[in-house]
């Protein structure tokens, strides 16, 4: 079986890398078109800004590639976001895989909720095979300051401000928003999850 | 909901970690890889790793060290200690470090929070401070609490959150190694009115202590040291108390 990891200017590339090195997959970071066709899982990881990297995918066509993806595709954090239909950072127009948008977290100090929402949050409402053996309210480590909104694609929620799509599924796409490649055993249950697809 | 933070505080001399003593489960308490891996087994929340070694062959040590740790723990880690640029961040973030955190030469040249921020995002930097009581407020200190500074803790956070900071590590000298408890009010302060998260640091002594950092001073995350690599406190035995007292966790 052959993982790529997708290269583009946004990725946490390492940190997934050596996750998936820890389950005893070798995956080959890559942006060469060819490569990610012919790979078995493709992970499309991301920390970053929205609209600079979706500029960046666009110039090299990898979000036209990606969208055209058949095998099982996932997007983690800004990955994710990358994937829905458009984000509130710098109007960025995505690649429109998810049917719903990226917003920001509207919060007053006053409540004590706090942008970027930084560490250990709950996901409940599973529903995809990504979570075959991962309990409801298993905690999660999310690090982001925009939000995919709730939807039919939803698979996974998480309350911060509000509720919002902690893990979206459509077809053979799947996305994170939580950091499963940082979030200790059922994070990397996730992976594994995703790797047996 | 989002949980508060446990965090153990590891430092790190020439690749080894220099307080970690007293451990009979594991094979080497000096290895920062073993005792990070075990500190993440038993349930700490994120690490930090304080780099304190000064000599030249630092920054290629520590890159390394930073790989090494990147592979074997699962859990998010900030790095620390004498980062002073963004090639010296670009290189600790590429070996797998998900945050790293400045001081000193943050607070000599600000723009460097700014520089950080732009390049790889708030949700990296973390900001750590050193501060003192006295003459009646809380002052910011350099170089490890060597030399004082005429600027308020306070305003130094609030510039450096509007400047990109995207968390506040903060550090009690007068309570730092006393074991009495974290300073809640300095703390309270920064956690109430700054938008980005506030890890507490120095005064641990015991469980109570976490509870009243979290509900009275409303830090988001609170560091200690001594008390985990002693194990005077163990990380599965604060969690469970600090949930049954109603603060929530993750376990």
Known sequence: MKTVIIKYNAGNICSVSFALDRLGVNAVVTDD??????????IFPGVGEASSAMRYLR??????????????????????????????????????????????????????????????????????????????????????????E?????????????NYSAALQKDNFYAVQFHTEKSATEGQKILENFLKL | MLTKRIIPCLDIKDGRTVKGVNFENIRDAGDP????????????????FLDITATNERRKTLAELVTRIARNVNIPFTVG???????????????????ISVNTSAFKRPELVDELAGEFGSQCVVLAIDT????????????????????????WAK??????????????????????????????QLSQNLNVPVIASGGAGTMEHFKDVFEIAQADAALAATIFHYKEIEIQALKTYLYKEGVNMRF
């Open chain 2, 81 to 99: 200690g004498g980062i002073s640029s963004v090639e010296d961040v670009s290189v600790l973030l590429n070996s797998g470090a998900d945050k």
């Open chain 1, 59 to 148: 110039e090299r066509k990898l979000d036209q590639l990606i969208i055209g993806l058949k095998q099982p595709v996932l997007g983690i954090c800004v990955g994710m976001q990358l994937m829905c239909k458009h984000s509130e950072e710098n109007d960025a127009t995505c690649m429109g895989i998810f049917d719903v948008n990226v917003k920001r977290f509207q919060s007053p100090v006053d409540n004590g909720l706090k942008i970027p929402q930084i560490g250990w949050n709950n996901i409940t409402g599973l529903y995809s095979t990504l979570f075959e053996h991962v309990p409801e309210n298993s905690y999660m480590y999310f690090v982001h300051s925009y939000y995919a």
């Open chain 2, 132 to 155: 003192r009581f006295e003459n009646g407020d809380w002052y910011v200190y350099l170089n490890g609490g060597r030399i004082k500074t005429e600027i308020k803790a306070f305003d």
């Open chain 1, 33 to 42: 078109p060819e490569e990610i066709r012919a790979a078995d899982k493709v």
């Open chain 2, 33 to 48: 890889i073993e005792l990070g891996a075990f500190y993440a087994e038993q349930g700490a929340d994120e690490l930090v």
């Open chain 2, 159 to 188: 510039e450096a959150v509007q400047r990109g900071a995207g968390e506040i590590l903060l550090t009690s000298m007068n309570n730092d190694g006393t074991k009495q408890g974290f300073a809640l009010d300095i703390t309270a």
């Open chain 1, 150 to 162: 709730l939807g039919s694609d939803t698979v996974a929620t998480t309350n911060y401000v509000i």
